[in-house]
């Protein structure tokens, strides 16, 4: 591949010598989250979003908690601008939500967005302009001079047609700033705060986006650090940034950019935008929230932000994107799966010790960085079964989806089941395939039955009464014998079936009036064991249905 074509970052612009305070910083609030989905995400959409869909995205925005959000690029189209009108004349946008309006640094352009936006009582006009050398040259065919005069020029029309407007506030984008030089980008921010007149109580938001990612998270870093500590009014501008995800670095760029001094963050939810997209809101504030910070936006229901996200964009999110994919919380791989059931039951015997709900005690689960209740998803997509799972994973779905508690023993012997099944059939095990697996093997009735039994407990012992049906003809015998399983075996011998029991466990499954009682018995066949269940009403019904299902297996065998 001709590598050569290509310059590194340092060969295209000027990167700041920073004395980098940023790699020791810690991130411990959320900054301002800004959604450009209605903006930015939507000049990407192959369909742009109608009416409808706008409105349904930006009323599910205020919902979760967003404060500011960029609503349109009103003199770009007369779809945009309706819909900037339409919230002007509407309640649609609460007392505590700013809008932000999008425009060039072009007067007509300004003049038309300032048309859009009358009535609105707490709107941020962002005004753009790209300021890199290959944009300069190539785009604008502009020097230097030329740009800094059209920025001021522009500057001066927005100001104008504020004209002393309360709730208006202001934004400037040197476009493709992470290309353009340090000291331009400081000179032509500088000269739009000082015309803006930033100061208390009117802050002016300096916005420097990775237009394109063309370096490693940590350049970026340093860019924003220099602006940072250099930028003229500092206390009076709200620094932000937008980063696009050209690199697949958006996230990392976003995160270090913080650390930098970044306040503010523009992005799309889920990472929707131009090319690869802009950096992804809810992996961000998610990363947070992994962390133990607060991220002030409301996740607690993500599969319905991303319905609402995927009708109004018309386009899928991926099986495994951060934090929402189908498959991030699930475990396919036998180890996996075995340390996430673990992770489950230490999780719940912690809770149990503090005297606190599993959903508020601290959560230290393998494998998953967070608890997927807290994002409205459920445990029963957290391990799933296919030919690489092992026993763990499939005595997670069992007792988690079917409360059956399987001895290890017995989970060793159905995972050569469920292993056999996966094999032949190339596909996943879901936990409907596994019961029947299960009671295929386990279950299923054979030769030997119990047609009526009766049990009475006396001084001597327990006194069975049972008719047996032995292929197919009845014998009524009357054991008594040191309980009921003793007794049966007994019966059973005579008969030629001789069970050997080397385990028995008794389980209770479920709860209240539908619970009901499981016995796992471990039976001995020549040089090996094989294992019997009995799931039943009542405790000795469910002994004695394991025992038959050991005879069975059994003469199944001979």
Known sequence: MPHQRYRDVFDRVPVPAVERTWPANRITEAPLWVPVDLRDGNQALP????????????????????K???????????????????????????????????TPARRDLIERTFEAIEGLDRVIVHMY?????????????????????????????????????????????PEVFNQT?????????????????AGPGRPVIVNLPATVEVATPNVYADQIEHMHRHLARREHVILSVHPHNDRGTGVACAELAVLAGAQRVEGCLFGNGERTGNVDLVTLALNLYAQGVDPMIDFSGIDAVRGTVEHCNRIGIHERHPYVGEYVHTA????????????????AESAARAGVPERQAPWEVPYLPIDPKDIGRDYEAVIRVNSQSGKGGIAHVMQSEHQLDLPRG??????????????????????????ELFAAEYLAPGAVGLEEWSIEHGPDGDRLCATLEVDGEPAAHEVIADGAVSALVRMLAEHGRDVQIVNLVQQSVGTGDRARA??????????????????????IAASLAAVLGAANSATIAR
């Open 47 to 66: 369909e742009p979003m109608d009416p409808a869909r706008k409105r349904r995205f930006f009323e599910m925005l205020v919902r979760i908690g967003y």
């Open 68 to 102: 500011e959000i960029e609503v349109g690029y009103p003199s770009a189209s007369q779809t945009d601008f309706d819909f900037v009108r339409m919230l002007a004349n509407s309640d649609l946008v609460p007392d505590d939500v700013t809008v932000s309006v999008f």
């Open 129 to 173: 302009t790209a300021t890199a050398p290959v944009w300069r040259d190539v785009v604008l065919r502009s020097g230097r001079d030329e740009l800094r005069d059209m920025i001021r020029t522009a500057a001066q029309d927005v100001l104008r047609c504020a004209d002393g407007r309360e709730g208006v506030r202001f934004e400037f984008s």
């Open 181 to 197: 030089e340090p000291e331009f980008a400081i000179e032509v921010c500088d000269s739009v705060t000082e015309l803006w007149q």
């Open 332 to 347: 396919f791989s036998g180890t996996h799966q075995d340390a996430i059931r673990k992770g489950f039951q230490r999780h």
């Open 410 to 435: 017995l989970q060793r012997d159905f995972s050569r089941v469920v292993q056999r099944h996966t094999d032949e059939t190339g596909t996943e095990a879901d936990a409907a395939t596994l019961w």
């Open 518 to 539: 499981a016995t796992y018995l471990e039976h001995r066949m020549g040089t090996t064991t094989r294992w019997a269940v009995g799931i039943d009403d009542s405790v």
